[in-house]
């Protein structure tokens, strides 16, 4: 995916990709108040590759959720690429994380229905691309992922590692700037996860995208050049690596 080199924000690195002050997000849990955000400030430069660790319930999926515009904060601010998506529009946020985000769950979350190469057309199929456009640039995507050989298979002929390619060719099809994912190999054995991960890899590093990443695991975390680590709704460390 050549293009992805000069996509629209992967280059410009003197800004940051993400800028959030001050999130807050609240639950109601059965007769009490869960704090899944407590006032959580967080920058991510471009073509960072970090991971966001911590207890279940500590907040880890909420933030992701919140800096991709999945969910809104109770308050606080959310810049993605210059924007304060906490205060976009219904209309206008769907077109912002369609075109600059692209989103990697932890099961998958494909159509059981439609092949591999129909569910990675589906975000270009919503942004209005072409029908010949979109193919070409589904199998394109598909294709770095190393699942060019199976376009036509539906998920259920599919293991859980292609399943996992083909959702993170999903994300990347849009070329967008950001790629959150949570938990992707948290389905996949050892020898499949250290390949996705090594491909996420590949891609931050090739294509200058940023990858944010949820994990419980400390073998994926330790591949990544920044982890975060959460408790109880706030950041408790944040841990830079060297090359």
């Known amino acids: 995916m ?6 629209p924000g992967l280059l410009d690195r003197d800004s940051p990709i ?3 002050r001050g999130l807050r997000k609240t639950y109601r849990l059965g007769g009490g108040v869960v704090n899944a955000l407590d006032g959580i400030d967080l920058t991510v430069a471009r073509g960072e590759l970090m991971a ?28 993605l690429d210059g924007l304060d998506i906490a205060r976009l529009n219904g209309r206008r946020l769907p077109r912002v994380r369609r075109e600059k985000v692209g989103f990697v769950f932890q099961e998958f979350n494909l159509i059981p229905t439609l092949t591999a190469l ?28 190393g699942m060019g050989s199976r376009v036509h298979h539906r998920p259920s002929q599919l293991s859980g590692g292609e399943q996992q390619r083909v ?6 099809v849009n ?11 948290g389905e996949l054995d050892t020898q499949t996860a250290a390949q996705v991960m090594g491909l996420i890899q590949r891609l931050n590093r090739d ?5 944010i990443i949820v994990t419980h695991d400390p073998a994926i975390a330790e591949r990544c050049r920044r982890v975060v680590r959460m408790e109880d709704g706030r950041i408790v460390s944040d841990e830079r690596r060297e090359e």
Request: aromatic share 2%; hydrophobic share 40%; no cysteine.
């Open 118 to 145: 129909e569910n990675v057309e589906l975000p270009l199929r919503y942004a209005g691309v072409s029908r010949g456009e979109r193919r070409r640039r589904a199998l394109e995507a598909l294709s770095l992922v």
């Open 2 to 7: 050549a293009q992805e080199r000069t996509a």
């Open 167 to 172: 959702a993170l060719a999903r994300a990347l």
């Open 175 to 185: 070329r967008p700037a950001i790629v959150l994912a949570d938990e992707p190999t």
């Open 207 to 211: 294509t200058g995208q940023t990858f």
């Open 18 to 20: 993400i800028e959030a």
């Open 52 to 79: 966001v660790m911590g207890r279940s319930g500590s907040g880890k999926t909420t933030l992701l959720n919140v800096l991709g515009g999945l969910d809104r904060p109770d308050a606080g601010q959310v810049l």
